[in-house]
């Protein structure tokens, strides 16, 4: 497992939109385009890769007509072809986020609607491959096998990327074994955790307190991950 993750500078504007509750109706519209409105890097951005609609078209109709998805995957590609090749695209696509795509469908069963709580996680990976590559190191967290723990969880849960990460962590840790028999007894996740070393709590500790600063969710400076 990587022993290291990296904090990225991720636009925060941006990754608020990801970790809002974005249902596309009534109250959860309007507060969308009024935030967006009032950050105006953001708005800026808006208009210079949707131009392709129209140079017209406000914030509202573009919404209308791409969707919240298609809009939100929009600005990520934005992002990511910056952090690549230093400019942003002024043409619709997708090619360097289809691993993110990818990665919110697997989760999804496992996730409450309306959120990008996957998407995001798959944001700040690509974001973090690209910064590492250009350091020439690799960064690679999430595997089929990783996913599937996901099966045990009785219920669905907002912040599924807290849950995986801290999933990441203690079988990397603990070994898969060991951790799906702490499960079959129903040991809570104190417990589990409780098992490791020092070096190792302070680790998984580390590393996601360099994912939660990177995607600017402050909750996890003050209260539990999970």
């Given at each position: 497992m990587s022993s290291n993750f990296p904090t990225v500078n991720l636009p925060y504007q941006y990754t608020s939109l990801l970790r809002a509750n974005m249902q596309m109706s009534g109250q959860g519209f309007s507060n969308m385009r009024?935030?967006?409105?009032?950050?105006?890097p953001l708005l800026t951005l808006?208009?210079?890769?949707?131009?392709?609609?129209?140079?017209?078209?406000?914030?509202?109709?573009?919404?209308?007509?791409?969707?919240?998805?298609?809009?939100?995957?929009?600005?990520?590609?934005?992002y990511v072809d910056y952090a690549m090749?230093?400019?942003y695209p002024t043409t619709p696509n997708t090619r360097n986020i289809s691993l993110m795509i990818d990665l919110?469908?697997?989760?999804?069963?496992f996730t409450v609607a309306g959120y990008s709580r996957?998407?995001?996680?798959?944001?700040?990976?690509?974001?973090?491959?690209?910064?590492?590559?250009?350091?020439?190191?690799?960064?690679s967290l999430m595997t089929d096998e990783l996913i599937?723990?996901?099966?045990?969880?009785?219920?669905k849960i907002v912040k599924v990327d807290w849950l995986l990460l801290?999933?990441?962590?203690?079988?990397?840790?603990?070994?898969?074994?060991?951790?799906?028999?702490?499960?079959d007894k129903e040991i809570g996740f104190e417990k589990i955790y409780s098992k490791l070393t020092?070096?190792?709590?302070?680790?998984?500790?580390?590393?996601?307190?360099?994912?939660?600063y990177s995607i600017g969710d402050e909750e996890v400076f003050y209260s539990k991950t999970v």
């Open positions: 009024e935030y967006i409105t009032s950050q105006k808006v208009q210079i890769i949707f131009q392709d609609l129209g140079n017209k078209l406000d914030l509202t109709s573009i919404v209308k007509a791409v969707g919240w998805t298609g809009f939100r995957n929009r600005l990520a590609n934005a090749y230093g400019e919110e469908e697997d989760l999804k069963p996957g998407f995001l996680l798959g944001f700040y990976l690509r974001m973090a491959q690209v910064q590492q590559e250009k350091s020439g190191k690799d960064f599937k723990l996901l099966k045990l969880s009785k219920i801290s999933l990441y962590h203690l079988e990397g840790f603990l070994g898969r074994d060991m951790l799906l028999s702490n499960f020092e070096e190792q709590k302070n680790t998984m500790m580390e590393n996601l307190l360099s994912y939660g």
